[in-house]
T-cell receptor, first 112, second 114 residues
Framework: DADVTQTPRNRITKTGKRIMLECSQTKGHDRMYWYRQDPGLGLRLIYYSFDVKDINKGEISDGYSVSRQAQAKFSLSLESAIPNQTALYFC???????????FGQGTRLTVV | AQTVTQSQPEMSVQEAETVTLSCTYDTSESNYYLFWYKQPPSRQMILVIRQEAYKQQNATENRFSVNFQKAAKSFSLKISDSQLGDTAMYFCAFMKLRNNDMRFGAGTRLTVKP
């Protein structure tokens, strides 16, 4: 089984709909992250969480919210999806010594 | 803020040849990590190699090695004996030690030709 699991893997949704992307990890790490990947821009940080009670905005948090339900679970929500949120979304977790990030398989989200 | 620049959007190399991917970064931090990640068509992010900024010795992992020039803020990746399976998008990334803030470059798409 993968160390970091994202669901769904692919999703098409309509403008204005609320959508949640889920992430769970079995690494036992405290730190979790959400990134979005766009062509020509690389990965950009949306939100990160250092533990269940510590959530922080990243570079591009507008239009997104997160919930850290447990150490192993970190979900990303788009309250009202818009077409420019069409992207590949990655969840990641990092090891206690902060020297490596482990990524999920990505969720390709299309907003039409 | 940290920025990471990969100036080569696309590169190609013949199988068995050597290729170097460039990366520069900008930071005021003295302690940090640098990474190269590979993203094949499966879109999984795979760690290729990492470098700790306080170590002068360049990191190597089998056919992959880096040329880390701290003063120049340069971190290039050399792939020797290129294989077809090396075809992928490669991302350079910078991580601050203080808060794990990881920043990525825009990526270089590498194609290995038979």
């Amino acid at each position: 089984d993968a160390d970091v699991t994202q669901t769904p893997r692919n999703r098409i949704t309509k403008t204005g709909k609320r959508i949640m992307l889920e992430c769970s990890q079995t690494k036992g790490h405290d730190r979790m992250y959400w990134y979005r990947q766009d062509p020509g821009l690389g990965l950009r940080l949306i939100y990160y969480s250092f533990d269940v009670k510590d959530i922080n905005k990243g570079e591009i948090s507008d239009g997104y919210s997160v919930s850290r339900q447990a150490q192993a679970k970190f979900s990303l929500s788009l309250e009202s999806a818009i077409p420019n949120q069409t992207a590949l979304y990655f969840c990641a977790t990092s090891d206690p010594n902060d020297t490596e990030a482990f990524f999920g398989q990505g969720t390709r989200l299309t907003v039409v | 803020a940290q920025t990471v620049t990969q100036s080569q959007p696309e590169m190609s190399v013949q199988e068995a040849e050597t290729v170097t991917l460039s990366c520069t970064y900008d930071t005021s931090e003295s302690n940090y990590y640098l990474f190269w990640y590979k993203q094949p068509p499966s879109r999984q992010m795979i760690l290729v190699i990492r470098q700790e900024a306080y170590k002068q010795q360049n990191a190597t992992e089998n056919r992959f090695s880096v040329n880390f020039q701290k003063a120049a803020k340069s971190f290039s990746l050399k792939i020797s004996d290129s294989q077809l399976g090396d075809t992928a998008m490669y991302f350079c990334a910078f991580m601050k030690l203080r808060n794990n803030d990881m920043r990525f470059g825009a990526g270089t798409r590498l194609t290995v030709k038979p």
